[in-house]
């Protein structure tokens, strides 16, 4: 069937049939029918009018195709998402009951059920952003549970202000100042930034009063090191200014390792802590270090900390399973993997769907189907 990308065997028999929506960006949609998924290609930005009138086609043609009327329709927890907007508005199955699933949630499920680990593990959700059960965005989460138990969030990046919202991921210069503020260091105006523009999110930035937007993120954090050092300031397509930072480590081995400490908050909850290790970077890259070193110091570093945390939340759980659009990045993966594995643990990555938002749809669909059987 040309509409259907890939297609899962899942490790249990489902008895009701779902239908999930998706994300907004690299959009797939998902049925399940008995013991297989169905998982759409991927449709790209839904805001494209195009794209959107090919989703609507997919969602009332591929239940018809496969013989299903869905019982359970599994949408984004984001209220903005026109794929969310629809799973909540479209009327063609009214007695079908929605069931919302946090976006790093439907990530993780995602990666497990393909890989089919039904055991205890740790997850590690690593992306750009994704709208929390907070109300907050998110990007840099761990959590713990299983497809069965459901899943508790016991970790996560300490949030980085994103001046101007979604500019900050076209503007990374806006990344760059914010995480140098937030450690109280003055740093030099990019040639390509208006005095202007520079003024005011400067400004926006010492406004105690203004409303902050926030993202727990390590796309971003990786973003805003990537203009730190010079790499990218205005980022053209996805993921530039990252891609353009794991370029720049290349094949160095630094001397260095920069701190990522954690420790919980108030609520509770592990937090790893980005500021030493940006100000350990704005000192080198003052005191003439290499940006190569630098960036790769960083990969590494983030690797470290992130190892020693999911060390110390562990307790019987000797499996790890990484998904998310960080997760791209090769760097970091391998790291991550031979630091796992040489401490006896398994470390999962999506091998049958990309670790991208396309999986998202997959995890929805797992995740409703699971709380449904429960």
Known sequence: MRDIAFEIELKILFKKSVLAFGGEL?????CVKGQTAFISYPLSDLENADNYEKFLFLIKNLPLKLGISPEIIAYDLHPDFISTKTALRLDLWPNAERIGVQHHEAHIASCAAAEKISRNFIGLAFDGTGYGTDGTMWGGEIFTGSLAKGFERVARLMPIELPGGMAAIREPWRLALSLANAVGIEIKKPVSVSKEKWAIVNQMLQNKNLQKIEASSFGRLFDGVSALIDLCHFAESEAEAAILLENTAGNV??????????????????????????????????????????????????????????????????????????????????????????????????????????????????????????
């Open 253 to 374: 081995f630094p001397e260095r390792y920069y701190h990522l400490p954690s420790k919980k908050n108030k609520n509770g909850l592990f937090e790893m802590d980005w500021q030493p290790m940006v100000r350990q970077i704005l000192n080198d890259y003052r005191n003439g270090v290499s940006k190569e070193e630098i960036a790769a110091a960083f990969h590494d570093s983030i690797a470290k900390g992130v190892f020693e945390l999911c060390i110390q939340l562990t307790t019987d759980e000797k499996t790890i399973v990484a998904s998310g659009g960080v997760f791209f990045n090769k760097r970091l993966t391998s790291n991550l993997k031979n630091l796992f594995e040489n401490a006896g643990f398994k470390f999962v990555l999506p091998k049958k769907l990309p670790p991208s938002d396309a999986g998202i749809s997959f995890g929805q669909a797992v995740m409703a189907s699971y709380e449904k059987s429960k």
């Open 26 to 30: 690299k959009n797939t949609i998902c």
